[in-house]
């Protein structure tokens, strides 16, 4: 049935789009307008930050190697500094916390307070020349043999039309990549719903030592990243249907009531649900290279170096390749975050946490920058000019 006859209207011709707000999409939005790219950041929610922020996944992960060597550099290390600027942190002492509160290991990691970060991000963003939209969606890139030249978006403004030089997709579900026609790959999920809330005892804590980093409490109200507690007879979720998603937010919410009846009513508050669903592989590109996480192995076009966040990681070196970022037939599309080139197992484990997602975000965003104002294919930029050293 053919029922819709709304104009589009034409907006704005950028150099760069992102589209995504998450900690990739910040990342490759201010690189690429601190770079002189003209560049737009559309957000599908009202709140930058996305599974960090809206999705309560509030864990800056380790920018080192777990031995005392500094992984990470650049936008990422920006962005540790400021979750822990306006509110509480825990960061050790030797990588720069204020000692406030107990670190949780002695690691350039800290927990945080999704609610203030991601109230600090807006500013953040547009303080550096981006150009911010909230509460749009992203509906359908507009592709011409390969390439493509803007994005198709919906808001309360109606169908709109923004021109770009280059999209990146910081989607977290490369929805932007798949419809454009780039091979992608489907991941499987656990059901692994988070709230965040406090109690009596964490109150009595806080008084007593004045820790507020341990008094905003994770409740896992699904299974662990093993699938111990995941439903019985529930498929794992990919996340790619909205009826998945509706699985997920639905099922997960009635996994915490089944908790909360279990509790003194008034021994305790929720304080936020997730504002989005907390899948981690949703669905990832097929690019020219894949990032596999294989320690000590090196690409020609690396664009920096991460570790690892899981204990069997310690110690461990990876190099992320420039071209785990894109696909070859595809000359303007570039993916940030954790939908790059990284097939399931510890490619796409490494790829989807927060240092990994700033350090490829910030990449893409160089890059983009570096090919719309310049001109260049994606092969033939100097790897030197966005690497994150």
């Known amino acids: 049935m053919i029922c819709d006859n709304r104009q589009i209207i034409e907006r704005e011709n950028y150099d760069v789009i992102v589209v995504g707000g998450g900690i990739a999409g910040i990342a490759a939005s201010v690189a690429a307008a601190r770079k002189g790219a003209k560049t737009f950041l559309i957000e599908k929610s009202v709140n930058l930050g996305g599974l960090a922020t809206n999705g309560l996944i509030s864990w800056y992960e380790p920018l080192c190697d777990g031995k005392g060597k500094q992984m990470i550099f650049g936008l990422a290390e920006e962005l540790i500094k400021l979750c822990g600027k306006y509110c509480f942190e825990n960061l050790p002492k030797e990588w720069g916390g204020e000692g406030h509160n107990k670190s949780h290991k002695p690691r350039y990691a800290t927990f945080f307070s999704p609610t203030v970060f991601s109230a600090s991000l807006d500013g953040f963003v547009m303080d550096n020349g981006v150009v911010l939209r909230l509460d749009t969606l992203a509906t359908y890139p507009v592709m011409e043999n390969n390439i493509c030249k803007g994005v198709i978006v919906e808001s309360c403004n109606g169908r709109e039309f923004f021109g770009a030089k280059v999209v990146i997709d910081a989607t977290g579900d490369a929805t932007v990549m798949d419809r454009a026609g780039v091979p992608t790959v489907i991941g499987k999920n656990f059901m692994t719903y988070l709230v965040q809330y406090c109690d009596i005892d964490g109150a009595n804590k806080v008084c007593d030592d004045s820790d507020f980093a341990r008094f905003r409490q994770w409740l896992n109200t699904g299974s662990d990243m093993l699938g111990n507690g995941h439903p019985e007879g529930l498929d794992m979720l990919t996340g790619v249907t909205a009826e998945e998603i509706t699985t997920y937010m639905t099922e997960g919410k009635k996994s ?28 990832r590109i097929v690019g020219k290279t894949d990032f596999n ?36 037939e595809f000359p ?21 946490v927060i240092p990994t997602c700033a350090l490829t975000g910030e990449a893409a965003g160089k890059a983009a920058a570096e090919s719309a104002l310049n001109n260049k294919k994606f092969e033939e930029i100097d790897i030197d000019k966005i690497k994150i050293n």
């Open 332 to 352: 303007n599309l570039l993916a940030a975050g954790r939908i790059i080139s990284s097939p399931q197992g510890d490619g796409w484990e490494v790829a989807r």
């Open 256 to 283: 915490l009531m089944k908790k909360l009846k279990e509790k003194d009513k008034n021994s305790f508050d929720v304080m936020t649900l997730p504002f989005m669903p907390q899948f981690r592989t949703i669905r």
């Open 293 to 328: 996480a294989i320690d000590g192995e090196t690409f020609t076009d690396s664009i920096g170096t991460c570790g690892d966040f899981r204990p069997k990681g310690i110690g461990n070196h990876y190099q992320i390749p420039f071209s785990a970022l894109y696909n070859q």
